[in-house]
T-cell receptor, first 113, second 117 residues
């Protein structure tokens, strides 16, 4: 049972463009929504995260938009750069002891020159 | 600080062989996790440990066992490897569950690429 659905599977964006990746979740108990970035041959690393008490969080060129009623959240990468080329995973969890993450299936982003 | 370390980096096993994947963290985290990553399926939780001395099943525990040896170390054992266990395995740790902490960030190791023939 896939509790976090992510799209698109892959994305090609020109340098300077906006990359948008979408996720939808089913479990209304989830209250922590991180995005992880993974480069080839490396482990995932936290990029940005949001709690459901706010609708948007921005860190530099990266923004999470969160729609609690629709149970959807998205990652926007402004002014995309070739160095942003990586696989991005959305995830969701409840908070508290252990905080188990449920991941989306990933989006491979390629930023072209 | 080394963060989360995993050994080995690569391993090839024959069907039916056993092996243990090792993981250690030096961040004094309470919670530790084992995931497997397969193409098109994201990362799926195998087992986790909310604190030293406790372990619980995740989404895909069949065919695996774990041991939380101490606060630093969390090992994953394959008793009788099967081709379906060919995957990249990641260990992670987190402050989650630590008294006074509100951080849920998970820190991942570099992974172990396992092939079962």
């Amino acid at each position: 049972q896939q509790q976090v659905k992510q799209s698109p599977q892959s994305l090609i964006v020109q340098k300077g463009g906006i990359s948008i990746i979408n996720c939808a979740y089913e479990n209304t108990a989830f209250d922590y929504f991180p995005w992880y970035q993974q480069f080839p041959g490396k482990g995932p690393a936290l990029l940005i995260a949001i709690r459901p008490d706010v609708s948007e969080k921005k860190e530099g060129r990266f923004t999470i938009s969160f729609n609690k009623s629709a149970k959807q959240f998205s990652l926007h990468i402004m002014d995309s750069q070739p160095g942003d080329s990586a696989t991005y995973f959305c995830a969701a969890s409840t908070t508290g002891t252990a905080s188990k993450l449920t991941f989306g299936t990933g989006t491979r982003l390629q930023v072209t020159l | 600080n080394a963060g989360v370390t995993q050994t080995p980096k690569f391993q090839v096993l024959k069907t039916g062989q056993s092996m243990t994947l090792q993981c250690a963290q030096d961040m004094n985290h309470n919670s530790m996790y084992w995931y497997r990553q397969d193409p098109g399926m994201g990362l799926r939780l195998i087992y986790y440990s909310a604190s030293e001395g406790t372990t619980d099943k995740g989404e895909v525990p069949n065919g695996y066992n774990v041991s939380r040896l101490n606060k630093r170390e969390f090992s994953l054992r394959l008793e009788s490897a099967a081709p379906s266990q060919t995957s990249v395995y990641f260990c992670a740790s987190s402050e989650a569950g630590t008294s006074g902490s509100f951080s849920y960030e998970q820190y991942f190791g570099p992974g172990t690429r396992l092939t079962v023939t």
